[in-house]
């Protein structure tokens, strides 16, 4: 038996580029004088709501609420090599500024709070609250517009008339049971596939399914809705063999629990050998490659930070170690390797050596400070400091998942596009479920581009569903 509901715009997903979509439509709607109908589908309950934007600290890649970061443009595409989408960004760029003030005449402060990364090389402006305090402000105002949240409930075909414009789409609700929702236009922005083992493996390769996302609101997004937009002929876009990757306590299980304060450090895997530069940049330029070193390039995809007593001395460490358990620690390095299980005579040697390739000069934990090693390889290009002081400490790290890179392709309106560049009528897509990071990722980029694209994503088609 198939019920029918009707919606002038329904969005699939309540992540920052949904709840943007939701109140810039109904806010149109309003300045129009149109009665427009929106719905927003949610997978999970009302507790759970909102995918990774839930859990995420929101890093602003901005000098200010109006201002983006210097070589915003140039960035991303070097970054990526020059494969993502320049006019895209140039656009993201231009309405950042004006989304964030947006977002905050809502109700969201926003502020250049502590991070994670006690060096960096770009500015971070923060939410008050992160994330979450985003989409709650936006998704409390859209309702007051009468928007209708709609929970448990995950949208997994969409329908066509014979014109091959959207009609409608099929949904299932908890408990199995589906229906037809009619409408016109749908605003896809249900995330990428990290939460998907299946699409994991077709896309990132062998053993994907062992990557954690980094926070339980990424197990929500399982790629459905890429999937159903590409069975109709959507394009693709964004490197689909790649993800946002971070390093993360494999102990914990807190949401993003990053070990950042490596940098200080060494690392090394699990025959006690260092296998890169830990001081090679400031630590939000390479956290990105070292979490896929340790994935693709490591025995076991495990490694070891080890410090020693000297860590802790460092002002405001906490922030860099987001993880709630405590470090491993030993009164001498070879115990210490016994507790981690590599071997003890490897990790002495391996520290000893890296000891006496410091070479003199100051210490500065807050920028990049010169004081590197001599003689060995791998080179440590900063903050080379003696590991000596005990009791000596390790953590595990691990690689996570953050989001995942391929996905839809749309034009600056959100309009999704297909193979041939040419729109689909009434489909749109935002945030995460969008492709467009190749290579290494521009950080605090992902949160700024669903609030930009979502927001236009609903003014657009709103006017398009009101015709």
Request: glycine share 10%.
């Amino acid at each position: 038996m198939e019920k029918q509901v009707d919606f002038d715009i329904v969005i699939v997903g309540c992540g920052v580029a949904g709840a943007a979509a939701a109140l810039s439509a109904a806010e149109h709607a309003k300045q129009t004088g149109k009665n427009a109908r929106i719905a927003i589908l949610e997978r999970t309950d009302y507790h759970h709501r909102g995918g990774n934007s839930r859990w995420t600290a929101a890093f602003l890649r901005m000098e200010s609420l109006e201002r983006t970061a210097d070589n915003f443009v140039e960035d991303m595409l070097s970054f990526s090599s020059y494969y993502s989408d320049k006019k895209y960004i140039e656009t993201l760029a231009e309405h950042a500024g004006e989304t964030l003030k947006w977002v905050h005449e809502k109700g969201v402060d926003f502020d250049h709070l502590p991070t994670m990364f006690l060096t960096s090389s770009k500015p971070r402006l923060l939410p008050v609250g992160g994330g979450r305090a985003i989409i709650d402000c936006l998704l409390r105002r859209a309702e007051a517009l009468g928007v209708q949240m709609i929970y448990e409930t995950t949208a997994w075909q969409l329908l066509l008339d014979d014109e091959g414009a959207i009609e409608g789409l099929m949904v299932r609700v908890k408990g199995g049971t589906s229906y037809r929702l009619g409408t016109r236009t749908v605003i896809l922005a249900a995330g990428g596939f990290q939460g998907n083992p299946e699409m994991m493996a077709q896309y990132i390769g062998r053993d994907a399914h062992q990557i954690p996302t980094i926070a339980e609101g990424g197990l929500a997004n399982k790629g459905e809705c890429i999937r159903m937009a590409m069975a109709i002929g959507a394009k693709g876009a964004g490197q689909w063999d790649s993800f946002h990757a971070e390093p993360v306590d494999p102990r914990s299980k807190r949401e993003e629990a990053t070990v950042m304060t490596y940098p200080y450090a060494i690392l090394v895997e699990r025959n006690g050998r260092r296998f890169l530069d830990e001081g090679i940049s400031t630590v939000d330029e390479q956290y990105e490659s070292v979490a896929r070193t340790i994935f693709y390039d490591l025995p076991g995809r495990m490694a070891y930070m080890v410090s020693d007593q000297k860590m802790f001395a460092i002002p405001n460490y906490e922030r860099a170690l987001q993880t709630e358990q405590p470090p491993i620690e030993a009164d001498t390095i070879e115990e210490l390797a016994g507790k981690i299980g590599v071997p003890p005579e490897n990790l002495g040697e391996t520290v000893r050596a890296f000891n006496e390739a410091i070479q003199p000069g100051p210490f500065y934990w807050d920028r990049k400070d010169g004081k590197h090693t001599s003689g060995i390889t791998p080179p440590k290009s900063n903050w080379a400091i003696p590991i000596d002081q005990g009791p000596f400490i390790a953590y595990p790290v691990i690689c996570s998942n953050v989001f995942s890179y391929g996905g839809l392709f749309t034009d600056t309106d959100g309009r999704v596009l297909t193979g041939d560049n040419d729109a689909i009528p009434g489909l749109y897509a935002a945030g995460e479920i969008t492709g467009l990071y190749y290579g290494k990722y521009p950080g605090a980029t992902s949160v700024l581009r669903g609030l930009v694209f979502g927001r236009r994503a609903g003014a657009h088609a709103l006017a398009y569903g009101l015709k």
